[in-house]
């Protein structure tokens, strides 16, 4: 079979691979969540290599045998975090168009370039993380709610801990910021990742579209993203569900500009002596709120939009070069 031939059966095994490794997450509570991110892994190999049409098809058979297996409520979930953000990102990374138009030679394709791959990817799962919130009815309440139960949790468990409401109040208040931020941080990390492992997959069947790129250089923030960043800054200083926007954006995007301090990092430590142990410092000390912050804002300092080139096939000069789309 040809390639066309294979793109509605890839779709639909794409689409029970998702499904089932979330299904998986449901079910392995220590490895939930990088089960649950892993789902986008095959829509994205879909996508990727076989277009928009095999990525759609993963996205309707993952969604109907979600809402068949477990419930619609679940397949919607699935779909607004994982499915449609990996088809989503699929079809961008299929882009290209003439160098031409942006004033480089004829012979060339110009790809998406991955900073803003990487802002939709960061506005795609603020709106998902901001959507599930609403679902959920996320609030000071139900914040009250967890904090207390952790509460009386740590009293049974430490008989000689005693909070104050003080200190309960600044913790209530505390998470009700830090919960959205954290959360929607570590979702645009897995996703990026599982984008990452599925453009090297696609690359090395020899079904890719675009290009392989070096992610220490490509990989960056488009400038753009700042002005976003900082709005969630502001965002979060208004109280209210302002602040608890501008708490979800603030770890979208910082996880954004993290992931480009990791890539400056990586660029500018080629062919250093001191490259390995900068590396592993970096990554160790990461962990700590204050080193986060300080590779965050190397990322921010280096913006820009890399685009790849390809040469032009038979001088095609459409916007996107996948004739499966």
């Not at 409401?165 to 990390?189: E, S």
């Amino acid at each position: 079979m040809n390639k066309t031939q294979t793109v509605l059966p890839t779709g639909i095994l794409a689409g029970v691979v998702a499904t089932l490794l979330v299904m998986g997450a449901g079910t392995q509570s220590s490895f939930a969540a990088v089960l649950y991110a892993a789902s986008a892994l095959p829509i994205f190999i879909a996508g990727l290599g076989w277009g928009n049409r095999a990525a759609i098809t993963g996205i309707v058979t993952s969604g109907i045998l979600g809402a068949v297996l477990i419930s619609p409520i679940f397949a919607v979930t699935m779909a607004i975090f994982t499915l449609i953000p990996a088809g989503w990102l699929s079809h961008l990374a299929n882009l290209a168009r003439p160098a031409s138009e942006l004033g480089g030679p004829d012979n060339l394709l110009a790809w998406y370039p991955i900073s803003d791959i990487l802002l939709h990817l960061c506005g795609l799962v603020t709106i998902a993380v901001i959507a599930l919130g609403v679902a959920i009815g996320y609030g000071p309440e139900l914040v009250g709610q967890i904090v207390d139960v952790l509460g009386s949790a740590l009293q049974t468990q430490e008989p000689g801990l005693s909070l104050t409401v003080a200190d309960i109040g600044h913790l209530k208040g505390t998470m009700l910021l830090t919960l959205p931020m954290v959360q929607g941080g570590i979702w645009v990390i897995l996703l990026f990742a599982a984008f990452y492992f599925a453009v090297r997959i696609v690359s090395r069947s020899g079904r890719a579209l675009r290009p392989r790129e070096d992610m220490p250089s490509a990989l960056r923030m488009n400038r753009h993203a700042i002005y976003i960043f900082l709005a969630g800054i502001v965002m979060t200083f208004l109280g209210g569900v302002p602040a608890m926007v501008g708490a979800t954006i603030c770890g979208t995007f910082g996880a954004g500009f993290l992931m480009s301090g990791f890539a400056a990092i990586h660029f500018r430590s080629q062919g250093k002596d001191w490259r390995l142990p900068v590396l592993v410092l970096a990554y160790l000390s990461s962990m700590l709120v204050i080193p986060a912050f300080a590779i965050l804002a190397f990322g921010l300092t280096d913006t820009r939009r890399t685009i790849a080139l390809t040469p032009a096939k038979g001088g095609t000069d459409q916007n996107t070069t996948n004739p499966d789309n």
